[in-house]
């Protein structure tokens, strides 16, 4: 069984710029969850798409936003990149919303804004 | 408000130690979940264990075990037996509904090393 993948691994912005992240979670998994990793806030939720539907958010400015399409992949924008934006996303799939089910972690986007 | 604290920012072991690591953790609902993530330094997060606050019987899995106690607001976790694959950085984290969400708090994380 395929794992999480997220796409791309490494991406390189500039202030002000918009980016789109992907990730591709286990087949059957309707599930995803988007977490950002910097070294000063550490891990923090972002939101979850379940079948579609964004069913849970964490406390983040407008600017990020997500989707999830039929197939349950999922993408997350961030629009007008801070410096601040520079992190590690994570998301991680689920056969279950709100993390009753046991969830799977993709190896992550490194994003650098400069 | 919800909040988890690891108080354990390092921790050193010599392989085949047991070391416990601990989580504290803050919340007014009375339904919620505690997790336990572990990071390796390959950065890819894994999941461990979740545990419901209406179940607090402990759990093992091997050599890891789990001690849930809501008296003191504690989730710890404990390695048996500390192997060197076990290095890593452990998180522990609370999800509670709030405003119609389930919210997640992430703790600051606990950098375990073990010493072969």
């Known amino acids: 069984k395929a794992g999480v993948t997220q796409t791309p691994r490494y991406l390189i912005k500039t202030r002000g710029q918009q980016v789109t992240l992907s990730c591709s979670p286990i087949?059957?998994?309707?599930?995803v969850s988007w977490y950002q990793q910097t070294p000063g806030q550490g891990l923090q939720f972002l939101f979850e798409y379940f079948s579609e539907t964004q069913r849970n958010k964490g406390n983040f400015p407008g600017r990020f936003s997500g989707r999830q399409f039929s197939n349950s992949r999922s993408e997350m924008n961030v629009s007008t990149l801070e410096l601040g934006d520079s992190a590690l996303y994570l998301c991680?799939?689920?056969?279950?919303?709100?993390?009753?089910?046991?969830?799977?972690f993709g190896p992550g986007t490194r994003l650098t804004v400069t | 408000a919800q909040k988890v604290t690891q108080a354990q920012t390092e921790i050193s072991v010599v392989e085949k130690e047991d070391v416990t690591l601990d989580c504290v953790y803050e919340t007014r609902d009375t339904t919620y979940y505690l997790f336990w993530y572990k990071q390796p330094p390959s950065g890819e997060l894994v999941f461990l264990i979740r545990?419901?606050?209406?179940?607090?019987q402990n759990e093992i899995s091997g050599r890891y075990s789990w001690n849930f106690q809501k008296s003191t607001s504690s989730f710890n976790f404990t390695i048996t037996a500390s192997q060197v694959v076990d290095s890593a950085v452990y998180f522990c984290?609370?999800?509670?509904?709030?405003?119609?969400?389930?919210?997640?708090?992430f703790g600051t994380g606990t950098k375990l090393q073990v010493i072969p």
């Open positions: 991680a799939s689920s056969l279950l919303p709100d993390r009753l089910g046991e969830q799977y």
């Open positions: 545990r419901n606050s209406f179940d607090e």
């Open positions: 984290a609370l999800s509670a509904s709030s405003g119609g969400y389930q919210k997640v708090t």
């Open positions: 087949s059957g998994h309707r599930s």
